[in-house]
């Protein structure tokens, strides 16, 4: 299954490859050359297809947790200053996504999204410190009884050109369900209320809609 932001990138991508395979069996009369041509272009088509996938995952939905957005590593968990939209101090935990994970957004706690607003901003790598601040970015709140306000901003990387959110204020959304995607390269960072009991640690591999990032009650 692939998600539905990737379809004119496939299909696109599977046009140039029949064009390839079309021109270098009626143009290239070599076979060494028309091979390494229509293999890269394979290769090609594979990486647009594996980065665009969206694989289905049973989400078992529970209020007392908060499940991780997005697939990646665990690269940030800190106390710091929240300064868009609380005002106060947080605890941040991120998530970096290298281009070869599963880059689909999802919500890791249901509940109503309070706030939602695009940043445009830079390309920095998405593990520069600034890159919370200063990169293309969007902030969305979701409130719900258990845990109150839960921030968590997509923040686009060196490569990542279009971020994908879904959420809109207003909307009653459900944990682990599809809330964007993000292209090439990104990260994710989370801000939970200060004293909140965390389930991962640094380095750790986390998985969209499966892995628990943090629980109450």
Known sequence: MFHKEGTKTIIL????TATVLLLTDRFIDAGWLQMLLQLSA?????????FFRNPKRTVIINE??????VDGKVVVIEEVFEAEYFKDKRLQISIFMSPINVHVTRYGLSGLVKFSKYHPGKFLVAWHPKASEEN???TIVIENETFGAILYRQIAGALARRIVNYAEEGMQVVQGTDAGFIKFGSRVDIFLPLGTPINVVLDQKAIGGKTVIATKG
């Open 13 to 16: 991508g599977i046009i140039f």
């Open 42 to 50: 394979f290769v090609i088509l594979i990486i647009i297809l594996q």
């Open 64 to 69: 007392n947790q908060i499940l991780a957005p």
């Open 136 to 138: 293309e970015r969007t």
